[in-house]
């Protein structure tokens, strides 16, 4: 009789790397935990590359082992980590910071830190760059009251001017002849956030985009993207993804658009709500804004109804 043997993880202090034959590991791993954007399997790979990606198991926490990102390396030295989880976490931190891997742990959920019994011994700091903006879609999609004034405001603008001449469509990321309008649009408009001194001025977003869609055949879940149309010119585009967890939420990855067209980042935002909507999702995380005052101005706007918080730790000092 043919028996398979299930992909195995390394104990700690030994790691091993993220590689294709443990994608579904990890995802059924997160699966009953919140679904933080950078923790899904999607983003993992895009952002930080499957290959530089190392798993260990501690007390059934699975720590992971980070040594490269699109962003170059900005949270740590030569490698940083994290850790996913909630199980025995005082007894998971001292034998993680006992074994002298690391000093500190980053961009741990808040999941694993509510579990901690003894706060007294660790130092824990927010990670406020970092957090994760939870929207209500049934909010976004009733536009009402004071809150969503301005929301109300920049789509109905859109709509004033344009509703005539778009129309939206379902885009498919693995489509050859999708990723050259794609590519060929985000070289060609007007792209706000890629000009000098704004907030993605070397084009980080444009390398994720183009990673995603190259990892579309190998992903377990498809990204989705809906292409926004004026006069049957692509002039925006917003992607994202369902992660398979109990906890139903949808994940924004990017929502791009020529720049000369006005007001369109709420609209798409709203198409992207009323597509989940359909789906009975009634959560989108509209992921961080990495410190960037502009960003967290605009998300605040979209009024989240909670975070997905991360932090740091470290031992407290004698």
């Not at 030569?78 to 742990?105: A, C, M, N, P, Q």
């Not at 980042?265 to 992921?287: C, M, P, Q, W, Y």
């Given at each position: 009789?043919?028996t398979?043997s299930?992909p195995?993880?390394?104990?700690f202090?030994?790691?091993?790397s ?5 994608y ?7 699966f009953?935990?919140?679904?933080h ?13 499957g290959?530089?990606i ?5 007390n ?14 900005e ?9 996913i ?16 891997v690391?000093d ?32 209500s879609?049934p ?5 009402q009251?004071?809150?969503?004034e ?16 778009a ?16 590519t ?13 001194g704004?907030n993605?001025e070397k ?7 183009h990673?995603l869609?190259?990892?579309q ?8 993207c809906?292409g ?6 692509l ?11 109990r ?12 720049g000369?067209y ?10 992207t709500?009323s597509?989940?909507?359909?789906e009975?999702i ?6 961080q804004?990495?410190?960037l ?7 605040k ?8 918080q ?5 031992p407290?000092?004698d």
């Amino acid at each position: 009789m043919l028996t398979i043997s299930k992909p195995r993880v390394a104990t700690f202090p030994e790691f091993t790397s993220l590689s294709p034959d443990l994608y579904e590991f990890y995802q059924g791993y997160l699966f009953d935990y919140p679904q933080h954007c950078d923790f899904s399997l999607n983003n993992l790979l895009i952002w930080f590359g499957g290959d530089k990606i190392k798993l260990s198991m501690l007390n059934r926490n699975l720590v992971l082992q980070i040594s490269e990102s699109i962003y170059a390396n900005e949270l740590g030295g030569t490698s940083w980590y994290t850790i996913i989880g909630r199980h025995k976490s005082d007894k998971t931190l001292s034998t993680f910071f006992e074994s002298g891997v690391s000093d500190s742990l980053m961009m741990v959920p808040d999941y694993f830190v509510s579990s901690i019994r003894r706060p007294d011994k660790w130092q824990v700091d927010e990670d406020k760059a970092n957090r994760d903006y939870i929207l209500s879609i049934p909010s976004l999609l009733s536009k009402q009251g004071k809150l969503y004034e301005n929301f109300r405001y920049q789509i109905s603008y859109f709509l004033r001017y344009h509703s005539e001449d778009a129309r939206l469509q379902d885009l498919d990321l693995m489509s050859p002849n999708v990723q050259k309008e794609i590519t060929a649009s985000l070289k060609n408009w007007k792209v706000n956030s890629f000009a000098a001194g704004a907030n993605d001025e070397k084009r980080v977003d444009e390398v994720a985009i183009h990673r995603l869609m190259e990892l579309q055949p190998h992903l377990l879940v498809k990204h989705r993207c809906i292409g926004l149309y004026i006069d049957d010119e692509l002039a925006g585009i917003t992607i994202f993804h369902v992660p398979n967890s109990r906890f139903r939420i949808g994940l924004g990855n990017h929502i791009k658009f020529n720049g000369k067209y006005k007001r369109m980042f709420d609209f798409l935002v709203f198409a992207t709500a009323s597509r989940l909507n359909t789906e009975g999702i009634k959560f989108l995380n509209a992921e961080q804004d990495m410190g960037l005052h502009g960003i967290r101005h605009h998300k605040k706007d979209l009024n989240p109804i909670t975070f997905f918080q991360k932090y740091t730790i470290r031992p407290k000092q004698d």
